[in-house]
């Protein structure tokens, strides 16, 4: 999910200091009682975070043990050191806030009305430590103390559409990381509820919306079921309906439309969809004043959407406006912001596009600044940390196959190893890191010829396709990949078995890549160049007859004015050039029956039928003494491959 795609709704982090009803119990001594109320009303009061926390630990000192008052001095001690270390970004805050939650938790007996807001501002507390470390057990215990929440809150309760809606917040955290559709599956439905649950508070009704909106996203992902998605654009869109002109949520809800609509495009291909997403992205975009916070986040964001239109019609126009967007918001992100590294990555990769597309040495050399820099302001054991690497070493990858530095690759493939080394196998994203490296170590084949990189890289990307999951929206890419691999290996060796799996791969890619799709057209004219490449092994006219259906279909799928069209268009013109050379070789006998004497004395002779007929076809256009001529030359050579072999 992008940053800042959807809103949070902010908890309730502080209980009343002392609870009705309980004003009665004894204290052995009344100065004591005077004091902890004394220091209890100093840090319930206290603007400076530091002096409340000071103000709540005497508070707790002075408390009897069994004191009612203790766990909501505990309950308020964990909120304060959860905003300062929202302020200091020290672990130890975070950590003492989640154990004065937790004694908080243990000393409230059940049935107390409170209990389910201790619970609440505890899974909160794992949460913010969650977000900074990553450890996947904070957000376990996370969503356990929200479900306590939601678990003891009466059904009529205000505040069970506020638990309902955190603890699906938690749940698709954990779905992030592991890809579990059980999680994101408990996140829709809780969202459901708190958006039912919610029907008279329009205020609090869009923003559920809105993150109903975004969990269905998420869902979408790992699923593509496109009713999913369906539901995200509706709720987004019920969202924006419900929100009126000038509403300081408005921006958001817009970007996070264009979110659903930039993954349906992804998915669809429908070129609608990806230019609504741009002109809603773009509408967010104005409606946020300059010096809001998120404005280089929804500058990113509207990038992305540039960037997936330009890869789908090639206009330049476009990927010039996905690097001005991007540059801006790495411009307004202050120096030490944490989002700075993923928005200095994103540029880079729009960078990278543009130079696949125009060749331009200075694009690719910003690019890998880019990434470089990301890295660099990235703390080791970050989460992001792998991603950029992999996107650094692709950028070096680039590089190399056009200007063939063989230390761009050796740095590539260093940083493509980096990042699989620092992923766990279960991470959800760890076949593209795979994938990536594969790349790297099939463009050092092509360079070297050695098989052993071409053995780890087609290994790599059938691990990739084992550990994805069916229906996943990366599993066409894999297989072409894997069919390119193959394929490559098979012009290096000629081994015929190779370019047979190069077609199932590549059969594989365009099967389950949907219709409308930006890439099929490509993956098409992949698969027609490997039946091209089997019609070169067995002479079998329907193998130059499968890559002339393909290339006709890959055309077909092209836009008028896409930079691929010309490649397209000749490899088909190369194909209909093949399949014509050897249907004349018929009218080439009738001209000089010779040509049947030869190939009938020497059939036993390892020769391509297929070369004899392209060297007579272009003699064609020749006079027939030339052509008589050519005849006794490939006589000659015919018998001296005779006696060759013999011997």
């Known amino acids: 999910m992008d940053p800042n795609s959807s809103t949070a709704e902010a908890p309730q982090t502080s209980v009343p200091a002392i609870l009705p009803g309980e004003h009665a119990e004894t204290v052995a001594d009344s100065n004591l009682l005077n004091a902890l109320r004394d220091s209890f009303e100093r840090a319930s009061n206290c603007s400076d975070t530091a002096e409340s926390i000071e103000a709540y630990l005497r508070a707790i000192e002075l408390a009897p043990p069994g004191h009612s008052a203790l766990p909501v001095c505990l309950n308020n001690l964990g909120s304060s050191y959860t905003r300062h270390f929202g302020q200091s970004g020290d672990l130890a805050d975070i950590a003492k806030a989640i154990a004065a939650h937790q004694k908080a938790v243990e000393l409230t007996p059940q049935g107390r009305a409170h209990l389910p807001s201790y619970f609440h501002n505890l899974g909160r507390a794992f949460t913010r430590r969650f977000e900074h470390a990553g450890n996947l057990s904070d957000t376990t215990e996370a969503i356990e103390a929200h479900r306590r929440a939601v678990e003891l809150t009466p059904q009529n309760h205000a505040k069970l559409p506020l638990y309902l809606s955190i603890l699906g917040s938690s749940l698709e955290d954990r779905f992030e990381r592991t890809g579990d559709l059980v999680d994101i599956g408990e996140a829709i439905r809780a969202r459901q509820r708190a958006v039912e649950l919610t029907s008279q508070d329009l205020a609090n009704l869009r923003l559920r919306l809105s993150n109903l909106g975004c969990s269905f996203s998420s869902r979408f992902e790992r699923t593509r079921d496109l009713s999913d998605i369906a539901e995200s654009i509706k709720a987004h869109q019920r969202a924006i309906r419900l929100t009126p002109p000038g509403h300081a949520a408005l921006p958001s809800f817009f970007n996070n439309l264009g979110n659903s609509l930039t993954r349906c495009f992804e998915r669809t291909g429908t070129l609608s969809d990806i230019s609504k997403a741009v002109a809603v992205r773009q509408k967010a975009v104005e409606l946020t004043p300059q010096d809001d916070a998120k404005l280089p986040s929804r500058l990113n964001n509207l990038g992305r959407s540039f960037m997936l239109r330009f890869e789908h019609t090639g206009d ?288 036993n002779v390892a020769l391509d039928r297929l070369v004899i007929s392209l060297i007579l076809f272009k003699q064609l256009k020749h006079t027939r003494k030339q052509l008589i001529s050519l005849l006794q030359i490939m006589q000659a050579f015919l018998v001296i491959s005779t006696i060759s072999g013999a011997h």
């Open 316 to 603: 330049l126009a476009d990927i010039n406006e996905a690097i001005i967007a991007r540059q801006k918001a790495v411009e307004l992100t202050p120096q030490g912001h944490a989002d700075l590294p993923f928005r200095s990555n994103n540029l880079g990769c729009s960078l990278e596009k543009r130079f696949e597309r125009t060749g331009n040495p200075s694009d690719i050399a910003e690019s890998i600044k880019a990434h470089q820099r990301a890295i660099e302001l990235t703390p080791p054991g970050h989460l992001q940390l792998p991603s950029y690497l992999t996107n650094l070493g692709n950028s070096f990858t680039h590089r190399f196959r056009r200007f063939g530095h063989l230390s761009d690759l050796a740095q590539a493939i260093e940083a493509h190893q980096r990042a699989v080394g620092l992923i766990s196998h279960e991470n959800a994203a760890f076949p593209c890191y795979l994938s990536n490296l594969a790349g790297s170590l099939m463009s050092q084949f092509e360079r070297t010829a050695d098989l052993s990189d071409a053995a780890r890289a087609i290994a790599s990307y059938q691990k990739a396709i084992e550990l994805t999951p069916q229906g996943h929206a990366d599993l066409p890419y894999y297989f072409n990949n894997l069919g390119g691999s193959f394929q490559r290996q098979f012009e290096c060796t000629g081994v015929p078995s190779d370019v047979v799996k190069a077609i199932a791969a590549f059969q594989k890619a365009v099967d389950l890549t949907p219709q409308n799709h930006s890439e099929l057209a490509f993956r098409l004219n992949n698969l027609g160049g490997s039946f091209a490449s089997q019609f070169e092994c067995t002479s079998d006219l329907s193998d130059i007859n499968k890559a002339i259906g393909v290339r006709q279909r890959a055309v077909k799928l092209t836009f008028e004015n896409h930079a691929n069209l010309p490649f397209c268009l000749n490899n088909l013109a190369s194909s209909f050039h093949t399949r014509d050379q050897l249907s004349s070789l018929p009218r080439i006998m009738q001209i000089s029956p010779s040509v049947s004497i030869i190939l009938d004395a020497h059939s």
